[in-house]
């Protein structure tokens, strides 16, 4: 399964219910306001990691991290480009979290 994070942590509750859901196996891909959940050293960090602790993959689409200029993301983070985000659209069903 691939969920789908589009809205800011801080903003939304949507990576929060989506980390409650995910199980190990999944992956998680943030993008638009949702690659606020991969930078490091904030509040979701946490939250992030532990999800990458239980086996769940995350990514973040890279040209929006810099889009919004941030650099710094959680170690275990892939960084993916639009041709890897189509892939993992085709080998996934989805989930968008709103």
């Not at 690659?35 to 086996?55: C, D, F, Q, R």
Request: hydrophobic fraction near 45%.
């Amino acid at each position: 399964m691939l969920h789908t994070v589009n809205k800011s942590p801080f903003q939304n509750s949507a990576l929060d219910s989506c980390l409650r859901f995910a199980n190990a196996g999944d992956s998680i891909l943030l993008l638009e306001d949702g690659v606020y959940g991969a930078a490091s050293g904030t509040a979701k960090s946490p939250l992030v990691e532990g999800a990458l602790a239980k086996k769940i993959k995350v990514y973040a689409l890279g040209a929006d991290l810099s889009a919004r200029a941030l650099k710094e993301t959680i170690k275990g983070v892939e960084i993916t480009d639009y041709a890897g985000f189509v892939d993992l659209v085709v080998a996934n069903k989805i989930h968008s979290w709103l």
